[in-house]
RNA sequence: GGGGGUGUAGCUCAGUGGUAGAGCAUCUGCCUUUUAAGCAGAGGGUCGAAGGUUCGAUCCCUUCCACCCUCACCA
C-alpha cells in the first residue's frame, strides 16, 4: 500500500512532464562544506548546487522545510513557492522521504538557528517506491541491517563512516607496505590444491578443464613462489574461503593481508609488524589506546615476547617441555581442560594455551616458537629442533596474525607435509596437502625469509571494538531468507 | 550440534485464551522560517510458518524457519 502510493505519485510526475529518473546533476557542494564554511557563505548570493535522499520533509501550504542528505551530512532546505515558482512546489509536494534530489540555492539560517539552503530550483534525481525505516529510532534489526546492508547505511551514519574506516586501514597497510619497498601481486583465487593454511576449502569445478579446484584458504604457497622468483618483498591484500562454522569471529570469506620479505626471520618480522601497527592506528583512528570487549590496551606499549611453552608455565602453571604426553594429560584434567584423547601433543598444548593463556594476553603479545608438529611451513628453531621460529600476535585476548621464519629447506618441507599425511589419514580434516608443484619451486632456492599473515576482519575488530564480525564485513554470509 | 532468547503495522516497540495497540512513517485537509519529523483527522495487520488442544489461539502445546547470545566445533 505504501509502494502504491509512491507509484501514484510517479505517474503524477510523470503527467507533469517531468523525468523521475533523469540523467545527471551538476553538484558542486557537499553538505559538511556548507556547515564547515558557513562564515563565508552566509549572507551572500552564492548558489550552491547539493544533491542528496530526503530525510525529512515538513510540507505546508506555500513554504516547506525537509532535510537532504549526502555522502557527507545531512543539512535542511527551506523550499518557499515563491522562490521556486508554482510547478516546482507543485512537484515538491509530490515528493516523499528516500527520493534522491538536487538543490540549488544560497546557504543561510533559520529563524531558529539552523543552517539551510535556500531552494531556488529543485530536481528530482530518482523516486523511491517503498518506504525508508523510521528516522527516530532508526533501523536496529540486526537481520534487516545485514541483508539489506544498504538500509542500514541510509539509516545509520556511523556504519557509514565504520567501513570508511577499514577501508582506510586497509590503504594505510598497502600505504605502509609500499612505503617499505613492498610490491602488492595478485595470486590465483582458483587453485588447484588448497595450502598456506589448516582449513577445509570450498570446492568448485572447471568446466572446460574438467577439473575441480579450491577457493584459497591462503595465498601464502603462491607469495613464496614469488619470493623464489626474484621478487625480495611481496604482499597481497586478498580474500581466503574457508568452509567452516560461521559464529562471532568467523565468516566464511574473509580478508587476509600476507607479506614476505626475503633475507629476514621472525624477529625482523615482529619488529616490521609492530611498526606497522602502530603506523596505521595512529594514521587511521589518531590513537594508540583502544578497547575491546571490556579489555583496553595500548599499542604503545611494551610488546611482550613469549615463548608458547614459557606462556603455558606462566599462567597454566604446567611445565610442557618435562611432562610426557600421560602426565600432560593428567595435569589438564587437574585443570578442569577437556581434552580428545586422540588428539596430538601439539593440540593438547594449543587447548591448553586457547584455554588458559590466550584470554589473558590483552596488551600486545607476541606468542614464540611454536612446537614443529603444529607449524608445517615454519623453519625449524635455530636453538630446539622441536620447536619452530613462529609467532603469533595477541591483542585483548584475539590473535590478529601469524607468522615464520619461512621454511626454505625442500627437504624438511617435504618431511612436513608427509607428517600432515599422517594427520589427515587419521582423520585430520584440515591437514595440509603434499604440494609437488610449491616442492619443486623450492627445489630451485629460495632465500631466508619472514613472512606474515594478519585477519584484516579481527584486526579492525579490536580496533573498533566490535565484538561480530558481521559488523565489520558489509555483506556477511547468512543462511539464505 | 547443545542450552537460552527473539520474531506483532513500513520502522521502533507495547499487549491479551474472546475478532489487535502506541509513536513515527502513510493518506486527506489546514498552514509562507518549520524541526523529537508543524496542526487536525483517517486508513493500515496471514501477530515468522505448519499442525495440535479449545466453543474460540497472536497468546497454551508440538514441529519447522530465521536471527541474537552462549557452549561445543573451528583460526
Known sequence: MYVQARRTKLEKIREMGVNPFPYRFEKDTEARYVFANFDQLDNTDRELSL?????????????????????????????????????????????DIGDIIGVTGPAFRTKKGEISIKAHKIMLLSKALRPLPEKWHGLKDVETRFRQRYLDLIANPEVRELFVKRSRLINAMRSFLDGEGFVEMETPVLQPLYGGASARPFVTHHNALDVDLFLRIADELYLKRLIIGGYERVYEVCKDFRNEGIDRYHNPEFTMIEFYMAFADYHDIMELVKRMLLDIATR???????????????????WEILPILESIKQYAGIDAANLDDQALAAECERLGIEIEKTRGRPKILDDIFTEKVQPNLIQPTFITDHPLEMSPLAKVHRENPKLTERFELYIAGSEVCNAFSELNDPDDQRERFRMQQKFSKLGDEEAQQLDEDFLKAMEYGMPPTGGLGIGVDRLFMILTGKTNIREVILFPQLKPE
Open 284 to 302: 587511521v583512528f589518531a590513537t594508540t589506546e583502544f578497547e575491546f570487549a571490556g579489555n583496553k590496551f595500548d599499542l604503545n606499549a611494551e
Open 51 to 95: 544533491a542528496g535522499r530526503v530525510m525529512t520533509m515538513r510540507v505546508m501550504g506555500k513554504a516547506s522545510f525537509c532535510h537532504i542528505q549526502d555522502e557527507s551530512a545531512q543539512i535542511q532546505l527551506y523550499v518557499r513557492k515563491d522562490d521556486v515558482g508554482e510547478d516546482q512546489y507543485k512537484l515538491f509536494k509530490l515528493l
